[in-house]
């Protein structure tokens, strides 16, 4: 082939065009790779290269001092790793803490967010209702604003004489200092049943350097607004998967389901909600893929305050790395990060490949919608 | 503003009307109406409290109706703030990013949707596989690289990473896929080199796809904040987002000058929006993949 390295894309062809149906195709490699070329030269030398190199600092006691890679850079092995797990003190109680406070964070954010997003296409699927178009584009606009400047709505919206405790107060309601409370909301729902102090078996001790008590906390009260902003603006994305899904399923099923008898929750729950499980499994998916990646809402709203209850892994890392200058666990982190996001990734991209069958293709390039 | 186009309906039946359709129907709008408020109220009180003083947002968060109306939250604005560099920046950075976007993701698009080349299977699953590369844990390396190239704290740091997306790689290789190659073999049978079919006939066909990667490359590089946090450092190169979450968390100090900052917000996502307002089927078609429309 070597012809075809004379031919640059954007000439004419070299020579007469050749009868044989090559012919024509016979620059295409070398075009191809010049296509390709600034795209891979990007996105290898700012995504691959990067993950190989902060492996390499994952492994060392850099201090963003000078290069990395160099000899003075003291190499420490899977000391940033250890410390993470086995080893008691404050860099496991911080990471165990982040992953407290992200596994509460997930555990309420991604059914919440699933079953709001079900309920609104559901009632923005209804033929019956008019002006749905409005609704429908109102529920999604959260979405694809920026994830700071709604921080800074929420912000205000939560602040002690903000939005929210005024429209508490409405209702009889006093509410809490929103982003200066740290208690634990399943030791305030404890507290309301007597339950002040816990039990000494579970203060005395407990996995990874927290306590059973600590561990058992429940999202704080900071987190819990966190969380509602999140819910508000991603569940406007998955409705629409929920609605593209709803708008194929085929009408005559729900009608038959009518001749059988079948009450309208029957219908839903035997015959649509069945025909959603691709798009349940997704959405629940995405859902957790993202929930691990929350960032921009806690660098904005809590920077992890009050008492670490807001610290997720992701923005730990961020902190471990550029406040503490400690690049080599901040890392170290990240990879933790990374390794719990690919498992879930690979876990959708198999669900996906399973049961979604030809369709494949369509659903590889879900993007999770941003800060989710 | 209708968002996806309706089903026709079908011709009604005696169960749409009587009392009981009319209760469903009646909480049908119940539930709208308060789903509706419940997602652009906030807008709404941000926009009011930003026209408001001082102590009457901090008296009455919840009320629509600013008294007395001022716009002194927005003098600040700009006056005692660096929000014109900031949007000069934002504007700066998402106008290259997108067209780069666009440009270099159509041509790797149609690289491999339509040139036969070796190792084109091996790049597309490479594509892929970088689609599911989370963003946040790249924070630290993105840093370590701009670092060691030397585009740390540097216009061409904020820009370059960004100027290439998989996603977007994805979206115009699903395109082109979708166009009929008869036009193209008429092309280069006429002589016309792989660039110029690229360009001139391949290209202008692509327009549904190319407004809906320049919608979302807009949205998405003037929304981006975590990319400049780790970019750069000086306070001169901060884009919206940044100075914004600056505003916030820094130099202001918290629980203080609501009326500014979120003036300062609003103003931030006001161009999205626009967009929003106008091109929102083609923002649903990045939600929902929109290749299948083709």
């Not at chain 2, 690229?198 to 990667?213: D, E, G």
């Not at chain 2, 949205?219 to 919206?240: M, R």
Request: charged share 15%.
């Amino acid at each position: 082939m070597a012809t075809d390295t004379l031919a640059a894309p954007g000439t004419a062809p070299a020579g007469p065009p050749r009868r044989r149906t090559g012919g024509i195709r016979s620059n295409e490699n070398v075009a191809g790779w010049l296509f390709v070329a600034p795209v891979i030269l990007i996105l290898g030398l700012f995504m691959l290269l990067p993950i190989l190199m902060a492996l390499w600092v994952s492994l060392t006691g850099w201090n963003g001092q000078g290069s990395p890679f160099t000899g003075d850079v003291p190499f420490v092995g899977g000391d940033n790793y250890s410390r993470l797990f086995t080893e008691d003190g404050l860099a496991r109680r911080d990471f165990m803490t982040a992953i407290r406070n992200n596994i509460y964070y997930v555990g309420i954010v991604v059914p919440v967010q699933t079953v709001l997003a079900l309920g609104l296409a559901l009632v923005v699927n209804n033929r019956l209702l008019k002006g749905k178009g409005f609704f429908r584009s109102a529920f999604y606009f959260p979405s694809v604003t920026s994830s700071v400047a709604i921080s800074v709505v929420f912000l205000f919206l939560f602040a002690n004489s903000g939005a929210v405790n005024r429209l508490l107060g409405l209702l009889g309601m006093d509410g809490p200092e929103w982003f200066a409370d740290g208690r634990g909301v399943l030791h305030l729902l404890l507290g309301a049943f007597g339950v002040d102090s816990p039990p000494a078996a579970l203060t005395s001790g407990g996995p990874f350097g927290l306590t059973w008590w600590d561990w058992l906390s429940g999202p704080s009260v900071a987190m819990t607004s966190i969380i509602c902003l999140v819910i508000w603006t991603t569940s406007g994305t998955f409705m629409l998967m929920y609605l593209a899904a709803l708008q194929n399923v085929p009408v005559a099923l729900d009608e038959a389901g009518m001749l059988d008898g079948a009450s309208r929750w029957q219908r839903f729950r035997y015959v649509t909600l069945p025909l959603l499980k691709p798009t349940t499994f997704l959405v629940v998916t995405l859902g957790l893929i993202g929930s691990w990646q929350v960032f921009d809402q806690v660098y904005v709203m809590s920077q992890g305050d009050p008492a670490k209850t807001t610290l997720t892994p992701a923005y730990l890392s961020y902190r471990t790395a550029f406040r503490d200058f400690d690049y080599g666990s901040g890392a170290a982190i990240s990879f933790v990060l990374f390794l719990i996001i690919i498992v879930l990734t690979l876990f959708q991209r198999r669900l996906m490949a399973d049961r979604d069958g030809p369709r494949r293709g369509r659903w590889w390039r879900r993007r999770v919608p941003e800060g989710s | 503003m209708a968002v996806l186009t309706d089903r026709p309906a079908p011709v009604a039946r005696r169960a749409d009307r009587g009392p009981r359709a009319r209760v469903n129907r009646f909480l049908g709008y119940g539930v709208l109406i308060f789903f509706g408020l419940v997602f652009l109220y906030p807008f709404v009180i941000q926009l009011a409290n930003s026209l408001k003083t001082e102590p009457d947002a901090a008296a009455n968060p919840l009320s629509p109706v600013p008294d007395p109306l001022t716009l002194a939250g927005f003098e600040r604005i700009f006056a005692g703030t660096a929000f014109p560099l900031w949007l000069g920046n934002s504007l700066l950075v998402t106008v290259v990013v997108t067209l780069g976007r666009v440009f270099l993701d159509s041509l790797a698009g149609y690289a491999l949707a339509r040139l036969r080349f070796r190792g084109r299977a091996g790049l597309f699953a490479a594509v892929i596989a970088v689609m599911a590369v989370p963003g946040v844990v790249l924070l630290i390396p993105k840093f370590l690289v701009l670092k060691q190239i030397g585009l740390y704290d540097s216009y061409a740091g904020l820009i370059v990473p960004l100027l290439a997306d998989a996603a977007g790689v994805f979206i115009m290789k699903q395109f082109f896929e979708s166009i009929p190659v008869s036009m193209e073999e008429a092309a280069r049978i006429d002589g016309a080199g792989v660039f110029r079919t690229f360009w001139s006939v391949v290209l202008p066909m692509a327009r549904p796809a190319l407004i809906t990667l320049t919608i979302l490359s807009f949205q998405g590089s003037w929304n981006e904040f975590p990319h400049s946090l780790v970019s750069v450092q000086d306070p001169d190169l901060f884009t919206l987002p940044r100075g914004l979450a600056d505003l916030v968390s820094g130099s202001l100090g918290k629980g203080t000058q609501y009326p500014l900052k979120l003036g300062a917000a609003l103003l931030a996502t006001i161009p999205v929006a626009v967009l929003f307002v106008i091109f929102q089927r083609y923002f649903v078609r990045g939600a929902n993949e929109g290749a299948d429309k083709g």
